[in-house]
């Protein structure tokens, strides 16, 4: 089967903003969207 696209894909971090450096800042992906849950 071949991958055509990815639509979204969710990670769990405890620090979202020292993540975002290495996923926003670093790699280039577009942050869609932040949910926090508890």
Not at 21 to 26: G, I, V
Request: proline share 3%; charged share 35%; net charge neutral.
């Amino acid at each position: 089967m071949k991958t055509i696209k990815i639509d979204h894909i969710g990670i769990a971090v405890k620090n979202i903003s020292e993540r975002l450096k290495l996923y926003r800042d670093f790699l280039g992906l577009k942050i869609a969207e932040e949910e926090e849950i508890p």
